[in-house]
């Protein structure tokens, strides 16, 4: 059965910047299934960050960013801060109303 | 402005059942379709289902289906997640997230998250 996959974890610097990636286990093109992701903190619900592979979603710093790695969606956080600490979930549509989350990436700001 | 409330957190025995509600507002109810969430303790994000709040139809994870019943009262806008014959895999924090819909597929609004805890 298909997964999405994601890293594990990453930790970058603060002011640094960090891209994760959103893949298919099987290598199909994961851009064509409208990437969204999701930050979430300890203790809370999601945050939605960005949909449609590059929109943001409202009120989101513009540090965050979606586009395309090949046939992977990637986010990119550039100039990252304390608060952006958290893990990272990317999602997928696959089809008829079902959507796949990936495992989430654990970020580390220091 | 858009607010999903959850109901509060739930302590069950194994192989019960729980019913989650997601009280909308902010917005018409039946524009906008829901899914549910779980995260288990220490856990990732899993997509349990969706419904459309128009026309009441649902898509279950195939994980759940049999065990899964997901409802709408729009005299009410609130969603409701009933899970059944519940083990202590059952354990998460459930939550309802609204589908933004056609052509974006997207959750951009999300419940504060429902504790249920199955224990004998």
């Known amino acids: 059965q298909t997964v999405v996959t994601q890293e594990p974890s990453f930790s970058v610097s603060p002011g640094g910047t960090v891209t994760l990636t959103c893949g298919l286990s099987s290598g199909s093109d994961s851009t064509s299934h409208y990437p969204s992701w999701y930050q979430q903190t300890p203790g809370q619900p999601p945050r939605t960050l960005i949909y449609?592979?590059?929109r943001r979603s409202s009120g989101i710093p513009d540090r965050f960013s979606g586009s395309i790695l090949g046939n992977k969606a990637a986010l990119t956080i550039t100039g990252a801060q304390a608060e952006d600490e958290g893990l990272y979930y990317c999602?997928?549509?696959?089809?008829?109303?079902?959507?796949?989350f990936g495992g989430g990436t654990k970020v580390t700001v220091l | 402005q858009v607010q999903l409330v959850q109901s509060g957190p739930e302590v069950k025995k194994p192989g019960a059942s729980v019913k989650v509600t997601c009280k909308a507002s902010?917005?018409?109810?039946?524009?906008?379709?829901f899914s549910w969430v779980r995260q288990a303790p220490g856990q990732g994000l899993e997509w349990m289902g969706y419904?459309?709040?128009?026309?009441?139809?649902?898509n279950y994870a195939q994980k759940f289906q049999g065990r899964v019943i997901m409802t709408t009262d729009t005299s009410t806008s609130t969603a409701y997640m009933e899970l059944r014959s519940l083990t202590s895999d059952d354990t998460a924090v459930y939550y309802c997230?609204?589908?933004?819909?056609?052509?974006?597929?997207?959750?951009?609004?999300w419940g504060q998250g429902s504790l249920v805890t199955v224990s004998s």
């Open positions: 449609s592979t590059n």
């Open positions: 419904i459309n709040t128009y026309s009441g139809n649902t």
């Open positions: 902010g917005y018409t109810f039946n524009f906008h379709g």
């Open positions: 997230a609204r589908d933004w819909g056609q052509p974006r597929y997207y959750f951009d609004y």
């Open positions: 999602a997928l549509y696959m089809d008829s109303a079902s959507w796949m």
